[in-house]
T-cell receptor
Framework: KNQVEQSPQSLIILEGKNCTLQ??????????LRWYKQDTGRGPVSLTI?????NTKSNGRYTATLDADTKQSSLHITASQLSDSASYIC????????????FGTGTRLKVLA | SAVISQKPSRDICQRGTSLTIQCQVD?????MFWYRQQPGQSLTLIAT?????????ESGFVIDKFPISRPNLTFSTLTVSNMSPEDSSIYLC???????????FGQGTRLTVV
């Protein structure tokens, strides 16, 4: 069964601290993996995308890693800011005739001043 | 990127009524999707909106409850019919851009059924 699981479910950190969010997937056939940020009441916005052959991808203070062997990905946020408070969703794309997204359950991050 | 305008952004509706949500894209796209995001949950695909033909629904979703229109390559509507409180959710429109192999999402419609 195609599944994407994320941990932790929620996380509270102080402003300026770093944090790492985890994503494990059992999806086939794998096309790519994305991390999305979803602010409360808004649609998800893409942060990074990684294909099977990529191990790491950065977007400013966001760095995503991918281990295709263990089917794990992480999103590392450096020097967190209050505006980082949001839900972070790991999404795996499968291509079996057409593109399909498998969404993770999300991690709700709260950054405190 | 794709600019997606979704409206209304939120609504409070009486049970038994219907609400139509509109999704307008700033350029032609082949693939458009409708998702539901229940409180505290991740996104669930309702259906793929096909231009010129009937939408393709995912398991658990039916056309009578969620009729979808796709009259052209830039516009789609989703109707939530005969609403009940269980339909209270965020509904999101999404488009797929082949060039970047990426999905873009609208701002969402927060629906509350009372």
């Amino acid at each position: 069964k195609n599944q994407v699981e994320q941990s932790p479910q929620s996380l509270i950190i102080l402003e300026g601290k770093n944090c790492t969010l985890q994503c494990n997937y059992t999806v086939s056939p794998f096309s790519n993996l994305r991390w999305y940020k979803q602010d409360t009441g808004r649609g998800p916005v893409s942060l990074t995308i990684m294909t099977f052959s990529e191990n790491t991808k950065s977007n400013g203070r966001y760095t995503a890693t991918l281990d295709a062997d263990t089917k794990q990905s992480s999103l590392h946020i450096t020097a967190s800011q209050l505006s980082d408070s949001a839900s972070y969703i790991c999404v795996v794309t499968i291509t079996s005739g057409t593109y399909k997204y498998i969404f993770g359950t999300g991690t709700r991050l709260k950054v405190l001043a | 990127s794709a600019v997606i305008s979704q409206k209304p952004s939120r609504d409070i509706c009486q049970r038994g009524t219907s609400l139509t949500i509109q999704c307008q894209v700033d350029s032609q796209v082949t693939m458009m999707f409708w998702y539901r995001q229940q409180p505290g949950q991740s996104l669930t695909l309702i259906a793929t909106a096909n231009q010129g033909s009937e939408a393709t629904y995912e398991s658990g979703f039916v056309i009578d409850k969620f009729p979808i229109s796709r009259p052209n390559l830039t516009f789609s509507t989703l109707t939530v019919s005969n609403m009940s409180p269980e339909d209270s959710s965020i509904y999101l429109c999404s488009v797929w851009r082949h060039v970047s192999a990426e999905a873009f999402f609208g701002q969402g419609t927060r629906l509350t059924v009372v």
